[in-house]
């Protein structure tokens, strides 16, 4: 089973993370996640993650350092997933759910609350400990 690439964005303001929710009819629908999404054949994952927080939720980004790479496998699907750490650029535009269900500025709190695909748990984690320190 070849692995589905998925890019993800960790976007911390203000003491919070932004997270999005998965539209209804979708895979693992009403969960909540970091936002992105698949990469296109021969796509840079850094574009990809630009390109999909532009459709998704109407931001410009500018995309640092990887914070996590993990893989899980899904009854129906294997997934590899690269987390990167982003910040809004200059003149960005708020975040607006455009092409997700909803989103939420979470704070560590809400982390607790809020259900997750279990491919993000480990991320999900690193996220509570950095909201922790701010």
Known sequence: MTPVIVVAGVLFE??????????KGTHLEGLWELPGGKIDPDEDPRDALVRELREELGIEVAVGAPIEVTSHRYPEKRVLLLFFE???TPGSPEPRPLDVADMVWATRADLDRLQFPAAD??????IRVALAQH
């Open 121 to 126: 748990v480990a991320v999900i984690e690193r």
């Open 86 to 88: 982003v910040a809004r």
């Open 14 to 23: 203000g003491g919070r993370v932004l997270l999005t929710q998965r539209k």
